[in-house]
């Protein structure tokens, strides 16, 4: 079996329903499409902290590596790593990624699946994200850790870390130790698959 990362997600969340969820924000609240397939290297929508106040952007997705001419890391599972160690000990380089579901494939190449993972108790969560400068404008990637039962019934090695509500702040603000604790398998009650496709 084929397996790969979370390389693909959804944010159709409307602006109302992110400040619902996320509570007041400043930035654009005109101008956020509908983000039916987001890839590796596309803009997404993230929140974070600017000068004490949650501020919505859009962010490439993927944070180049250390090592030049590797490609942009979307997928963070080492966070002892000092490269993204730094970042992480940094309150203003971690932010919130909205999502509204989540794919992970399955099956032989040539007839692979996708299958979308969504919440049961919300149709709009987050990832634990970070962010950091680059020449190219700002990049971003969410961190994975070990798979929950229904995630890794698909995909065994690992799943995002998802963010209940009430750990927003703490993921934004916390020390190291604390926000990092975060980064556990989610919820099984919570997970479920909303859709599957076939892809040839």
Not at 21 to 48: H, K, V
Not at 113 to 123: H, I, N
Request: charged fraction near 25%; include cysteine; charge should be negative.
């Amino acid at each position: 079996m084929l397996r790969g990362m979370c390389n693909l997600y959804r944010m159709t969340a409307t602006v109302a329903e992110i400040a619902k969820l996320f509570g007041p924000f400043d930035g654009d609240r005109t101008n956020l499409p509908s983000f039916e397939t987001i890839y590796p290297n596309r803009d997404a929508p993230i929140l974070r902290n600017v000068d004490g106040k949650l501020t919505l952007e859009t962010m490439t997705w993927g944070v180049p590596p250390p090592t030049k001419g590797s490609r942009p890391v979307t997928n963070v599972r080492n966070l002892k790593s000092p490269f993204w160690r730094s970042m992480l000990n940094t309150p203003g380089r971690r932010c919130l990624v909205p999502v509204t579901s989540f794919c992970e494939w399955e099956g032989e190449k040539g007839s692979k699946r996708k299958v979308w993972f969504g919440r049961t108790d919300t149709p709009l969560f987050s990832f634990a994200g970070i962010w950091r400068p680059t020449d190219e404008g700002p990049r971003m990637a969410f961190l994975t850790t070990e798979a929950n039962e229904t995630v890794g019934a698909v995909h065994p090695k690992a799943m995002p870390v998802l963010l209940k509500q009430e750990d927003h702040e703490t993921w934004l603000i916390a020390d190291y130790e604390e926000a990092t604790a975060l980064a556990r398998p989610f919820d099984d009650a919570l997970v479920e698959v909303v859709q599957g496709e076939d892809v040839a």
